[in-house]
């Protein structure tokens, strides 16, 4: 099985606190459990682009879909949407929309290339939580999210960044991590990419810290599989450059 975040199984191995079901590396700023952490990296999410209520919000990557019912609970959207692949995390979520009563229209199983068949200036959010960067032409995933927003929209989203240029000479060593070697770039590249699409910059957040560095100091009490992820991951961030931010862009 692939390690956590990256299985597309439901991560019943992590502690949960049902009904928000999740899978992130959680944001563990004063926190000591995933079952804080995780929630509250779902609100860390929403709190940094200012997420309103009444909002139409697309999640790509939507996983085990407990942040959707997170942002349904608390900010109360006229519309969700999500697209996630399809495979067990899909039917779980599917089974705990249905339990609590929350409606995704629509919940499209396939990979992100799926976007393409919904409407244009549809979306005041388009999210994806530790997601974005597994996506194959992710350039055209980010054209797709300025598309399908509304004047204004935000397109906020988690991705992994190399600190320094000397380090992409190493880029094939995350191919295990599904992580294809061109999503790997600067912070400043990225920026200048959305950027050149038209996207204006309106959050850039080094989660490094708090959530990467949170996740694998706090791993001595998830299962051994996960110690072992969270050694290798320490690894790459402490010798391979490797960051984590969190984007928010505006069309």
Not at 28 to 40: L, Q, T
Not at 124 to 137: E, M, R, T
Request: glycine share 6%; with cysteine.
């Amino acid at each position: 099985m692939t390690p956590f975040p990256f299985s597309k199984s439901p991560a019943f191995i992590l502690p949960q606190s049902p009904p928000f079901y999740l899978s992130n590396f959680g944001y563990w700023e004063g926190e000591s459990s995933y079952k804080n952490a995780g929630i509250r990296f779902v609100s860390e999410f929403a709190k940094g682009c200012q997420l309103k209520t009444e909002s139409k919000i697309l999640e790509v990557g939507s996983g085990l879909g407990g942040s959707l019912l997170y942002w349904s609970k608390f900010y109360h959207p006229k519309l969700l949407s999500a697209i996630n692949l399809p495979g067990e995390q899909s039917e779980f979520a599917e089974q705990l929309f249905g339990s609590n009563n929350i409606e995704v229209k629509p919940f499209l199983k396939g990979s992100w290339e799926v976007l393409e068949s919904l409407p244009d200036s549809t979306y005041d959010y388009v999210f994806s939580l530790d997601a974005a960067y597994h996506f194959k032409n992710l350039s055209e995933f980010y054209k797709e999210s300025y598309r399908v927003l509304k004047p204004g929209g935000k397109f906020v989203f988690t991705n992994f960044q190399i600190a320094e240029n000397k380090f992409k000479k190493f880029v094939w060593l995350y191919l295990p991590f599904l992580i294809p070697k061109e999503n790997l770039k600067l912070n400043e590249e990225t920026i200048l990419e959305l950027k050149s699409m038209g996207w204006k910059q309106i959050e850039n957040q080094n989660w490094t810290l708090f959530v990467i560095k949170g996740f694998t100091n706090h791993s001595t009490n998830l299962p051994i599989s996960l110690r072992a992820f969270a050694k290798v991951l320490d690894w790459f961030v402490n010798y391979l450059g490797l960051t984590y931010y969190y984007h928010v862009f505006e069309k």
